[in-house]
């Protein structure tokens, strides 16, 4: 079976940023800057993203475009002994569960496109939204239906193949993403008060930027960008020859990622302190602050509705670009066809998702599984590529000429990466 390849660098390039622009992207990154210290956070996760996170990245691409396999068998063909290729099963496992664990939140969004746009909140007060989210999300069947019909999103674009499919999806889902951002970012900054937010949000703080927030930092850069999750190699694994520009597609990738994070961090903080509301983070930011916030706020239904348009487009740009790399890897590996393979992920995406809505200890297990599947598999990708497959193999795939950037690459790989990621496991784990 002739492999897919993108289209084009920008179907690649917006299939990527759609993969990595996630709701975490959106409600806790800017949560995490104004808890933190604001500008000297942002800072230092620029620096983490661009210093770490991409070029952790760039090797995943580097292994699919070197093996033109799915991450078991990239590590398979590459490795030197199958052990390696338990890595790549580890991936596969991690951005299925990923899918299915997460899959109720998409049902909490999609929902709340719908009952914005009725007036649903219009009339209640602030603690009677709070416990109408709570009351909403304990209505497991509405959760479940409301969820079931992403499922159905994604295993229709998913079957349709790469280019008709996923490139096709993101070319209309990033350009909106970015589009209803700009709309949101004029009308936050034009509310009387906005400055103030604004002040919360990017003004250094020294004193706030503590050992626990370069650990946040850390664990959030390393996790929005999506090493350990498949999609890097499997990507990197459907470029053609003439668009392969690995460390420059990277960056691009990075930079657009960390630029919608920042962004919404001028919706959401302009708009909260303009009304003065508390900041929060996840889903209490979402569900419960901004509702508040759309309450008050001229025309507040048409800008609500466009700000969950906005967090379901990130949702389902992820799920896709996710999906697609596990359907791939099902189809190589056990010899499915696309269409019995998107059953497959569908199905066991629904069925996670179904105990996930049920059960908020398994939510949280899942998630606790999940950060360990990804450091591990940040640290083996690490191990493997600097001291298996080897940096020359590597910078010959990616392109690297200049041996300012290979030796760069080199300390980051072999050493800095390694150690970064050892100490954010250990911190997970309540070691610091």
């Not at 239906?145 to 994604?154: E, K, N, Y």
């Not at 189809?331 to 105990?355: D, L, N």
């Amino acid at each position: 079976m002739e492999r897919e390849r993108f289209s084009s660098k920008i179907g690649f390039f917006l299939s990527a940023i759609g993969f990595a622009i996630g709701i975490g992207s959106l409600w806790r990154f800017p949560y995490l800057v104004g808890r933190y210290g604001g500008g000297i956070f942002l800072l230092f996760y620029v620096l983490i993203i661009f210093g770490i996170a991409i070029p952790l990245f760039v090797l995943e691409m580097a292994l699919g475009s070197a093996s033109q396999k799915n991450p078991a068998g990239a590590y398979r063909q590459l490795g030197k002994g199958k052990a390696w290729t338990l890595n790549g099963y580890l991936n596969i496992f991690a951005m299925q569960l990923l899918l299915g664990y997460t899959m109720p939140v998409a049902g909490w969004v999609m929902a709340y496109i719908f009952k914005t746009g009725l007036g649903t909140f219009q009339a209640l007060s602030p603690a009677e939204i709070g416990d109408y989210f709570g009351a909403f999300i304990a209505n497991t069947p509405e959760v479940i239906a409301w969820s079931a019909a992403t499922v159905v999103l994604v295993v229709l674009i998913i079957g349709r193949g790469l280019n008709k499919g996923l490139e096709f999806a993101n070319s209309l889902c990033m350009p909106a993403l970015f589009l209803i951002l700009t709309v949101l970012i004029v009308r936050s900054l034009t509310l009387p008060g906005a400055t103030e937010g604004l002040v919360y949000y990017l003004k250094p703080d020294f004193s706030k930027f503590t050992a626990r927030a370069v650990y946040d930092c850390i664990g959030q850069a390393f996790f929005a960008i999506g090493v350990g999750m498949a999609a890097g190699i499997v990507f990197g694994s459907y470029l053609k020859q003439e668009q392969k520009s690995l460390l420059k597609q990277g960056i691009h990738i990075g930079s657009a990622l960390t630029l919608a994070g920042f962004l919404s961090g001028l919706v959401i903080f302009p708009a909260v302190f303009s009304f003065g509301l508390e900041p929060a983070g996840g889903p209490g930011l979402t569900f419960v602050t901004m509702p508040n916030v759309f309450n008050k706020m001229p025309m507040g239904i048409l800008f609500g509705v466009l700000f969950y348009v906005l967090f379901y487009l990130a949702a389902l740009s992820s799920w896709l670009g996710g999906a697609e790399a596990v359907v791939a890897s099902y189809m190589e590996e056990f010899g499915f066809s696309r269409k019995k393979a998107v059953y497959v992920v569908g199905g066991t995406m629904f069925a996670i998702g179904c105990v996930s809505a049920y059960s908020m200890d398994f939510f949280e297990t899942a998630d606790a599984v999940l950060n360990n599947a990804l450091i591990a598999g940040g640290l083996l990708l690490t191990l493997f590529v600097g001291w298996s497959w080897g940096m020359r193999k590597f910078f010959d795939e990616a392109g690297i000429r200049s041996s300012t950037t290979q030796a760069i690459f080199t300390i980051i790989v072999k050493y800095v990466a390694p150690a970064t990621i050892i100490i954010l496991g250990l911190s997970m784990h309540g070691v610091f």
